[in-house]
């Protein structure tokens, strides 16, 4: 186990934020339940030639307590959600690792309110950092580490959910390879691959269909460009799976249904469904967490169109774990999946020389809001349909089928 503990560390900080050729200041959010594994990522740091390091410790408990019983201004100031020491850093030039594993099941007695609230302030109050990470200009990376809340969430029957859990992240990211960062030098090419397919045929409308009801259609920018891990120095999300890319913001029309649970705010929602109409969410049906979609959409104006498309086998390494791990960064590497809210600059072309307002003109949304949602299925179809109305099938049966040019 302790090997793996410090491959995985190893893996973050010098695959993900590339600190071995690239040394800088270091801010770690992370449970202070990880504190055992904090300990050997601040050693590999150190060891690394790292010597400003920031801890951003979190606790579910606490963050539970204060959402009970503090309320405006007080609650807003708690540094679990006024995260303006990240645009410190970020003024360094920091790296940032966000390590999470929420205990969801703690916040299912607080006011959706709250948690909308909560969840905003969490992004507004750290504008330099979410600037400078849209555009690349520092080294990110997001991941979950074991703690006993969340391995017994996913892991119910488990004598030793924690002891599981990490088994599971070691498998999903490679780290029980002889050799992690050397595996993903050879992934990252694969999922390149991908995105210079899909930029050479240059779609303009995707077509979503399967059986949950789902019927939508995407439009793309025409200058959009499809991204995934290896695009840079830096992996973002480990795991990594998708390829993705921005939609035209007033380009999304039909309704699209969940396949999987969606934690926000660290609270579940479940079962839930869209009708678009002209890229604005006009229509939201959930069975669980209607009132916390609603808030979200409305955190402000732009909130309710999309900003992501990505696209993920069925088949991938996660999804056949059988598993739902109620954590995003999971979850949606196991599923393709589209997200509220905020657009990416670098998915257009020079958008990171531009404006977020001259972003906005050409088609790429702009929110306060980002959050991911799974929409890939079994049966899921994807039809392209090219600028010159040629139709291709990227996913048949939840897989990618687009050959190769």
Known sequence: M????????????????????????????????????????????????????????????????????????????SPFWNKHIFDEYAA??????????????????????????????????????????????????????????YAKKV?????????????????????????????????????QKRATLLNYHHFRFLHYENSLGTDLTIELPKNHLWKGAGDGPYIVNMPSEEVFTSPLRTGVNGVVYSSKPLVYGSSLIEDFSFEVKEGKIVGIHAKKGQKLLEDMIQNDSNA???????????????????????????????????AIGDGFPTCYED???????????????H????????????????TGTTWDNQEYILFENGNFVLQER
């Open 2 to 77: 302790n090997e793996n503990l410090k491959k995985y560390a190893q893996l973050l900080l010098i695959r993900c934020l590339n600190l071995k050729e690239d040394v800088r200041p270091l801010l770690i959010s992370a449970p202070v339940k990880a504190i055992d594994f904090i300990e050997i990522l601040t050693h590999e740091a150190y060891e690394l030639g790292v010597k400003d390091i920031y801890f951003d410790f979190e606790d579910e408990g606490l963050k539970h307590e204060q959402l009970t019983h503090l309320e405006g201004e007080d609650l807003l100031n």
């Open 92 to 149: 360094k030039r920091a790296a940032f690792l966000m390590l999470y594993s929420d205990d969801i099941e703690l916040m299912k007695d607080v006011d959706p309110e709250k948690i909308s609230i909560t969840s905003h302030q969490f992004r507004a109050s750290r504008p330099l950092y979410k600037k400078l990470q849209s555009t690349d200009e520092i080294p990110w990376c997001i991941a979950i580490v074991a703690t006993e809340g």
């Open 155 to 191: 892991f119910p029957y488990e004598k030793d959910p924690v002891g599981k859990m990490w088994e599971t992240i070691f498998h999903c990211t490679l780290v029980d390879k002889e050799k992690p960062i050397a595996a993903w030098d050879e992934k990252t090419k694969e999922i």
């Open 304 to 338: 309710c169109y999309f900003g992501e498309v990505a696209l993920v086998d069925y088949d991938s390494p996660i999804s056949e774990t059988g598993l739902i791990f109620y954590e995003t960064l999971y979850d949606e590497n196991a599923s393709c999946h589209l």
């Open 351 to 365: 958008g990171e020389k531009m404006t977020r307002e001259e972003l906005l003109e050409r088609g790429v949304n």
């Open 367 to 382: 929110s306060t809001v980002h959050t991911d949602f799974m929409v890939g299925t079994r049966d899921l179809k994807i």
